[in-house]
C-alpha cells in the first residue's frame, strides 16, 4: 500500500512538472512581474507616480474614461495578489529594495482610486491641455516612427479632449472644482492654443526641424498631414475646451479656498499629505514644523543682515530686496546668461561631492509663464534634461535668489538626481518615479549643500537661500493653514511675505499653487529634513571613517525612494563600514 501510494504520488508530481520543465526562483517570478506591470503601463500610458512634467506623447494617448479607470484599478489589485504569492525574504539586493518599492506603490495606487485626484486635472499651474502643448518641445523627432507616433497622437486629441470635458463636467456638478481667485486668468492658458494657424500652434514645432534621416518625400508628407492635424483636430478642440471652461467650469468654481470645504476633503487632503510626503504625518504636525523651522531660519537671517550692516528691521530689508533695482534682470538675456554661468560653476564642483556624476546632458529655456521647474531627459539618450526659469516676468525672478534656484533645478539637485535614476542598472519602474518628498527634499538639500560647493559668496546671494529655506518652510504652515485651519488666500499671501523676500508676484503664484495643487508642496521641506538628519546620523556613526562623496552617491544611487526606505538604505550603508 505504501509503495502503491508512493507510485501515485510520483505520478501526480510528474504531471504537475514534466520532464524537462524549469523551477522558476523568487527573483525570476518578480522580475517577470515586473516586465509585465510596465508592458501594461506601456500600452496605457499610465505610468503611477511619475513627474507630471514629464507628459511626452507616443503614439494613442491614455484613457481617462470610467472604463479605463476601472481597468487599471482592478489589473493593480490583480498584481498585489501575485505578488503576495512571492517570498521577499528570498530576494536579496536590489531585488529586495525594488519589492518595497514595488509593493509601496501598488498599496498607494490601490488607495488612489478612491480618493477625489481624477476630478482635478487642472490647477493654477498646469493642466492637461498646457502639458499636451507643452510636449512636443520636450521629445525627440529623429526617425519616422517618431513622427508617425506624434501624427497618431494629434489625431487622437478629440477623445483625449472629450474624455477630460467630461470628467470636469462631472466634477463640476459634483461640486469639485478649483478656488474662484486662485484660477483668475486661467481661460488665457487655453485660449493662447486657438490659433488662426497651425503653423503658428507649438505642436507644429517639430515640422520645422527635421533630422536628416527623413527624406524629402516623407518631410512634405508629415508636414502636411500634422498641418491638417492640428488645424482640423487640434485647435477646434482647444476652443471647445474654452467654451466649456468659460461657460461651465468656472461659474461653478468653488467659493472657499481649502480643499476641506468640499465633501470629503478633510479626508482627501489627510491621504494628499501621505502621498506627497510618504510619511505618517498629520496635517497639524506638519503645520507646527513649519512653525518651528521659520523661527530657526528666521534667526539665521537676522544673522545676515545684521553682518550686512542694513540700517532698519527685517521687514524693511524685506522691502529694500523686494524694491532695489540691482537684484532684478533687466532683460531675458540677462537672466538666462546669470543662470548658466551659476549652472556652469556647479557642475565644475561635483567631483569633490560625488563618485557617481550623470552623462546626459541638460539645458536652460525660458519656461513661458510658469516660473521655474524641471523636466527630465526621455533616458534614451535623444533628449537632455531641461530646467525651465521663467523669463517672462523679471520681477517674480530676483537675482538674490538665483544661485539656490540653480542648484535644486540643475546640479546637484533635480538633474543630478533624475539622470542618474535613469541611468544606473534599476527595474524600469525605478526610474521614471517620483516620490516629491525625496525628489524635492534632495533640491533643498542641494540649495543648502551650496554654502559647502562655495556658491554663495555674496550674503545676499546667502540671503536668497535663506529665504528660499523659509519659503519652503512657510509652505508648511500655508498649505495646511488653507486646507485644514481655514485660512483665506489673503491671510496665507500675507504671512508668505511677511516671512520671506519672495517678490509680491511670486507670492501670489505661490499661494494659488497650494489651494490647487493641495499638499504637495507640503514634501519639500519633509524630505530635506530626513536628508539631513540621515547625513548628521551617518557623521556621527563613521567619525573620522565618513565619505561625504559616497554618503551622496547612496542617496541619489537608488532613484526616487520612499522616506521609510531610504532611511533603510541609508541604515545599511552605514552598518557596511
Known sequence: MASSRRQRRLLSLFFLFPAGAIFASPAEDFHALLDEHWATAEHEQIFFRSDPDAFRMNGELPSFNDEA???????????????????????????????????????????SYAQLDRFFPINALFGYHTYFADAPANMAFLTNTNYDNYLVSLADFPRYNAEHIALLRDAAMRGYTQYCDSMQD???????????????????????????AISTENRVDYTARGTALIRDRVIPEYRKLLEFYE??????????????????????????????????????????????????????????????????????????????????????????????????????????????????????????????????????????????????????????????????????????????????????FRRSLYHAAYGEG?????????????????????????TYEAWRAARLVVDTGIHIFGWTR?????????????????????????????????????????????????????????????FHDTVVGNGSLPIAVLDEIVDEWIGGY
Not at 507644429?204 to 526641424?209: E, I, S, T, V
Not at 506627497?276 to 544673522?303: C, Y
Not at 507670492?507 to 529634513?529: F, N
Open 247 to 428: 461657460k461651465e467650469y468656472a461659474p461653478r468654481c468653488r467659493k472657499n479656498a481649502g480643499i476641506s470645504s468640499i465633501e470629503g476633503g478633510a479626508e482627501h487632503y489627510a491621504w494628499l499629505v501621505r502621498y506627497f510626503t510618504t510619511t505618517d504625518m498629520t496635517p497639524a504636525e506638519i503645520h507646527q514644523l513649519g512653525i518651528t523651522e521659520l523661527a530657526r531660519i528666521r534667526q539665521e537671517m537676522e544673522l545676515i543682515i545684521d553682518k550686512i550692516g542694513f540700517d532698519g528691521d527685517f521687514a524693511e530689508f524685506l522691502d529694500y530686496l523686494r524694491n532695489e533695482p540691482q537684484y532684478f534682470a533687466k532683460s531675458a538675456l540677462e537672466l538666462l546668461s546669470r543662470t548658466a554661468l551659476i549652472a556652469k560653476t556647479a557642475e565644475g564642483e561635483l567631483p569633490r561631492f560625488f563618485t557617481v556624476l550623470p552623462r546626459t546632458p541638460y539645458n536652460i529655456k525660458s519656461s513661458g509663464g510658469r516660473g521655474a521647474y524641471y523636466v527630465a531627459s526621455t533616458g534614451d539618450g535623444n533628449t537632455p534634461g531641461t530646467y525651465f526659469i521663467g523669463t517672462d516676468n523679471l520681477q517674480a525672478e530676483p537675482l538674490y535668489g538665483l544661485t539656490a534656484l540653480t542648484l535644486h533645478e540643475g546640479v546637484p539637485g533635480h538633474h543630478l538626481q533624475a539622470a542618474l535614476a535613469l541611468e544606473v542598472d534599476l527595474p524600469r
Open 186 to 212: 486661467y481661460e488665457k492658458t487655453i485660449a493662447k492654443h486657438v490659433l488662426a494657424e497651425a503653423t503658428d500652434s507649438k505642436w507644429f514645432g517639430p515640422f520645422l526641424r527635421f533630422p536628416g
Open 442 to 466: 534632495w533640491g533643498l538639500y542641494a540649495e543648502r549643500l551650496g554654502l559647502e560647493m562655495g556658491m554663495y559668496g555674496d550674503p545676499i546671494d546667502d540671503f536668497g537661500r535663506l
Open 490 to 550: 489673503e491671510r496665507a499671501i500675507r504671512f508668505m511675505l511677511d516671512n520671506t523676500a519672495l517678490t509680491e508676484p511670486e507670492v501670489v503664484a505661490q499661494i494659488d499653487r497650494y489651494i490647487t495643487w493641495p499638499a504637495q508642496a507640503t514634501a519639500y521641506k519633509i524630505g530635506e529634513i530626513r536628508i539631513r538628519a540621515l547625513r548628521a546620523k551617518a557623521e556621527k556613526a563613521l567619525g573620522a571613517k565618513f565619505d561625504i562623496r559616497r
Open 69 to 111: 479607470y476601472a481597468r487599471r484599478e482592478a489589473y493593480n489589485k490583480s498584481i498585489l495578489r501575485r505578488l503576495a504569492d512571492i517570498d521577499p525574504s528570498k530576494l536579496t539586493g536590489q531585488d529586495r529594495i525594488s519589492y518595497k518599492i514595488f509593493l509601496y506603490e501598488r498599496q498607494t495606487e490601490r488607495d
